[in-house]
């Protein structure tokens, strides 16, 4: 199996995300201290009120005690390196990332990832209520201000001046294509030949020579050249966006939102990115339906009050313990079941994101409101061709199980999100998962105290960004997420 690096099922639309693998040298085999990672010990303060009404207790020696690495957490003391290639070494990225392309592309759906997908590749372990895995999709609501009312209850604002007209777009990409979400200082570099003339910027607009290259632009830098002819006798607007995506994470349900003095037809905002750019003629950026013209207020960032994400990981098949073959159930080195019931703890409750994050401004708020968070098995066709070509149904029928990889899928739903945290909270239920540990070992990890730096090292490092995929947003109508 092929490990995260440059893979073929980019179909030439940037680098899958990996590291590359230096000879060993005859250092390596020179002994060396332990990683400080594995022999770091956390305070855990005393019992929290509400613990005792869901069953979330922990260990009376852990309450106001200590939890330890190697002992409560990281049994298997997996170090860093050794984490990143648990998770990204001999493991089928490949057909994750041709199946994430399908469905930035709009190809394929993400209830295809449903729970019983898992049966049509012949497992059995798939709990009967296990609920469907909701199709991508943006929330339809107006928004919601900081002060929690929402939007339409506001009375109007810039009365007796020239009316500003905002919109508001769903977005799909393929994240390998681009270097993240986030204006880059490149981006900014090239904008200048962008504007020349097209004898200096190589074939035009239309050409893709300077506007354009897979993998060396931002998702919001590609999407302001698209939008820039629509600004015509206006000022280049600001795009906003529901979440800020890493290098290498794809959307399905990103929403964005900007504001001109013009009077725009959302059939032309549509044209100007899924036709007008080379990065949409690509198939990997799109608007997914029309735009909606929105109140003024509205602000795709703050305006939100839930995101939605879900990652795909790739896991493997091992010998089952009792040495039976054939019918029954499969053994993986990452059990779904056990990385479900340590998310589920964290379902529900208010939590610390801190040991979970990475590269968090300092004196930003930390905590989260987690409203879903689960996994289950299923399944992705795995990788054949040259990932240039659309996945097709025959491709994966049940009777073919060998054409289809497991994998576990990981839905987290939640009012915000810090930066990497959801990789990191998926590779350290992977790491637990593959030791054995206890199901509350998360929660145990999100309340741990010590220092910032302390905690993040008693977590996994990142979990690769191909897998993950920006699923959902909402903006006031969904009662049950909104609470």
Request: with cysteine; hydrophobic share 35%; charged share 25%.
């Amino acid at each position: 199996r092929a490990s995260p690096s440059a893979s073929s099922s980019s179909g030439g639309l940037g680098e899958v995300e990996g590291r590359s693998r230096p000879s060993r040298a005859a250092s390596d085999d020179l002994p060396r201290a332990p990683h400080p990672s594995l022999t770091i010990v956390l305070p855990m303060p005393p019992a929290i009120d509400g613990d005792d009404d869901d069953g979330d207790v922990f260990d009376d020696v852990l309450l106001g005690g200590e939890i330890r690495a190697g002992m409560h957490f990281n049994r298997a003391a997996m170090g860093p390196v050794r984490a990143c290639r648990f998770l990204e070494d001999e493991r089928a990225w490949d057909g994750v990332a041709r199946f994430v392309r399908a469905l930035a592309r709009g190809t394929r759906c993400l209830s295809d990832l449903s729970p019983a997908a898992a049966r049509g590749a012949g497992a059995t372990n798939v709990t009967d209520d296990a609920s469907p895995l909701q199709p991508a999709g943006v929330c339809r609501g107006v928004g919601v201000g900081q002060d929690g009312v929402r939007l339409d209850a506001h009375p109007p604002t810039r009365r007796g001046k020239k009316p500003r007209h905002t919109y508001k777009a769903a977005v799909a990409y393929y994240g390998p294509a681009f270097a993240g979400w986030a204006w880059l200082p490149s981006d900014g570099a090239t904008d200048a030949l962008f504007r020349a003339p097209d004898d200096e910027r190589g074939g035009g607009a239309g050409g893709g020579g300077a506007e354009w290259t897979p993998g060396a632009h931002s998702v919001v830098a590609t999407m302001q050249r698209a939008l820039n002819p629509l600004f015509a006798g206006d000022k280049e607007r600001p795009i906003q966006c529901a979440g800020r995506t890493d290098k290498g994470v794809s959307a399905l349900a990103q929403t964005v939102s900007f504001w001109t003095l013009n009077d725009l037809d959302p059939a032309e905002i549509v044209a100007a990115v899924n036709e007008g750019s080379p990065a949409g003629r690509a198939g990997a950026l799109r608007v997914t339906s029309a735009p909606e013209k929105v109140t003024e207020r509205f602000h795709a960032t703050f305006a939100a009050t839930w995101r939605r994400y879900v990652y795909i990981l790739p896991i493997n098949r091992i010998d089952r313990i009792d040495g039976k073959t054939g019918d029954g159930d499969e053994s993986y080195d990452v059990d779904p079941s056990a990385v479900d019931a340590m998310l589920r703890k964290l379902s529900g409750k208010t939590v610390d994101a801190t040991a979970f994050a990475r590269d968090t401004p300092q004196g930003k708020p930390s905590s989260c409101r987690v409203k879903v968070a689960r996994a289950f098995l299923s399944r992705v066709p795995s990788s054949v061709g040259d990932g240039d070509e659309e996945i097709r149904d025959e491709d994966e029928t049940p009777t073919n199980p060998s054409t289809h990889q497991p994998v576990c899928v990981v839905e987290l739903v939640a009012d915000r999100f810090l930066r990497k945290q959801v990789r990191v909270l998926v590779a350290t239920a992977a790491r637990e998962a593959n030791c054995g540990a206890t199901s509350d070992v998360l929660l145990a990890l999100s309340r741990a105290g010590g220092s910032a730096r302390e905690r993040r090292m008693a977590t996994a490092p990142p979990a690769p960004a191909v897998g993950l995929v920006f699923a959902g947003v909402g903006y006031g109508d969904h009662p049950e997420w909104d609470a």
